[in-house]
């Protein structure tokens, strides 16, 4: 009787104890966090760009996985080594995928296409990526869609964990007009199980189209040509299904530079996608060009409580220089069919449940290390521009802020390769004049539809330098009737200055930085964190 009882008792704390695992794994948060560089759960560097997530089983366990494909270029390592030196061409190395179950935790399955592959089967690789991969039902075969030079190459596989083997190569040239797409995606309808190929006109890419891809002659082809756009030039065309509806999502011209994110929506995926060639800009994608990225591609969480999209942006800091990590992802919220893009530093992710919510260490500030301004601000060049994005110069003193006017302040700053040494990326806030000047450069950070700005306290940091005369120099925040400054002192190194125990209230603070200096004085600031220190709401 004894035994049976212990017996019951060891049946019972068992249950329980898988109770709980299992209570542990639906309510488990995982971080994502952007601005920095992403590894493999083993440690190792994700290099993965241009490329897409798409939903498999893993044949070596029989596990349904996201699948991960996307470029490992040889400058992604040299800038993640060294990100005081951008790179100015590409070197491709491999495609590489990684698989993972909650979208955080990535293992590596190794390359699954080489350049060696590619150039034994066909010419030199001078440009390879924006690609994407389709299960080919008629084949029962995986087959990868990327630009390689010219063209769009099909490479072919038995398993999503390749290898893949060069198959066919298509020259655009006698279905839209060029021989090649401009950037291209592939989509995979979650309802239809088909999949598509997302791409824009070769030349000035002012037309995007839709294919089906599939089977023709016995090779993996697209079947069809269907212009859903045409209107200015936009690249990074990538495609998402939600609630029934498809969204378009593409980029301005900007090269490797970051950019609104515009979208087009149907009920069809054929179209037609409204407004009629004229994309709208995703709201909240401004104040930082979508977290200094173009778009790249989407994930649908579908979880047990609801259903979240995240928004994958491609960051080509490699090329660029405009910050750190490569994959920069936020999650989409809608109100009705309008998209709202929520920039975030920091946030946690469910899978199981697909909620999202702010992480305790958000940093609430947007274009936080100014490289979301591409160029010398102000500029009468596309994009013409007389401010900051998500930043306000305001003169109280001297020559005005004043577009392609030569005594105009210039309110950004080309770091060298000294300052980068330092600081994030090729630019940062500039505070100077030839004149004698006093300035007021701010930024209201405040609560979004999506995102709320909860009270607590938080902490403004920042990096600073200086050279020359100044009469006062502070930074400062104010939010209802808290205020704090504090005064910098100057340096001709760069230094970091912060500012503990700020209080917000209502949702609402102004941070920024006063300046009154002699004629040619300057300061230069850069890498501006505003994260809560102790706000409850994001600790729970």
Not at 134 to 146: D, H, Q, T
Not at 341 to 353: A, I, K, M, V
Request: hydrophobic share 30%.
């Amino acid at each position: 009787m004894n035994n049976y009882i212990g017996y019951e008792k060891t049946i019972l704390l068992m249950a329980l104890t898988f109770l709980l695992a299992c209570h542990t794994a639906i309510g488990q948060k995982h971080n994502i966090k952007n601005d920095t560089f992403w590894d493999t759960q083993d440690g190792d560097p994700i290099y993965s760009q241009g490329g897409g997530i798409f939903t498999f089983t893993d044949p070596e366990d029989g596990v349904e996985k996201y699948y991960w494909y996307g470029v490992h270029y040889e400058e992604a390592e040299l800038y993640q080594e060294d990100p005081s030196v951008t790179h100015k061409r590409t070197n491709f190395k491999a495609v590489t995928c990684y698989t993972s179950t909650d979208l955080v935790n990535w293992e590596s399955k190794g390359p699954v296409l080489d350049k060696a592959e590619v150039e034994e089967n066909y010419q030199r690789v001078f440009w390879m990526g924006r690609l994407g991969v389709a299960y080919i039902k008629e084949m029962n075969k995986y087959a990868i869609l990327v630009q390689h030079n010219s063209n769009v190459l099909i490479a072919l596989s038995d398993s999503p964990n390749g290898p893949f083997k060069c198959h066919n190569r298509l020259d655009m040239t006698d279905r839209i007009g060029t021989p090649n797409t401009g950037d291209q995606t592939v989509f995979t309808d979650p309802d239809t199980g088909i999949s598509y190929l997302v791409y824009s006109y070769g030349k000035g890419r002012h037309k995007i189209y839709i294919s089906e891809i599939g089977v023709k002659d016995g090779k993996v082809d697209l079947l069809d040509v269907t212009q859903i756009f045409k209107g200015k030039g936009r690249e990074g065309n990538c495609m998402v299904k939600y609630n029934g509806k498809y969204y378009v999502f593409a980029s301005n011209l900007y090269g490797w530079d970051s950019s609104l994110a515009y979208y087009l929506v149907s009920d069809d995926i054929r179209g037609p996608y409204l407004p009629e060639n004229k994309m709208l800009i995703t709201p909240g994608s401004y104040d930082d060009y979508a977290h200094i990225t173009q778009t790249g591609f989407f994930v649908n969480v579908i979880g047990s409580q609801k259903e979240t999209v995240i928004y994958c942006g491609d960051r080509w800091a490699d090329f660029a220089g405009n910050g750190l990590g490569y994959n920069q992802w936020c999650p989409i919220s809608f109100d009705g069919e309008t998209p709202f893009f929520n920039s975030l530093n920091s946030w946690n992710l469910n899978e199981s449940t697909g909620e999202w919510s702010v992480a305790e260490d958000n940093n609430f500030v947007k274009n936080s290390s100014f490289e979301a301004d591409r160029k010398a601000i102000p500029s009468g060049v596309k994009p013409i521009q007389e401010q900051l994005l998500g930043w306000h110069s305001e003169v109280k003193q001297g020559n005005t802020i004043v577009i392609d006017d030569k005594e105009s302040p210039v309110l950004n700053h080309a770091n060298t390769k000294e300052d980068r040494l330092h600081v994030i990326g090729e630019r940062s806030l500039n505070i100077s004049d030839k004149v004698p000047f006093k300035r007021k450069v701010y930024q209201m950070i405040t609560s979004t539809p999506y995102v709320p700005l909860e009270d607590g306290t938080y902490t403004l940091s920042f990096k600073v330098k200086s050279a020359g005369t100044f009469h006062q120099l502070e930074a400062y925040t104010e939010s209802g009737a808290y205020q704090k400054t504090e005064n910098v002192k100057q340096s001709d190194n760069w230094k970091t200055i912060r500012l503990e125990e700020v209080n917000v209230t209502n949702g609402k603070v102004e941070i920024g930085f006063i300046a009154h200096g002699a004629a040619g004085a300057s300061c230069q600031i850069d890498d501006v964190a505003f994260v809560p220190s102790n706000v409850p709401a994001y600790q729970k």
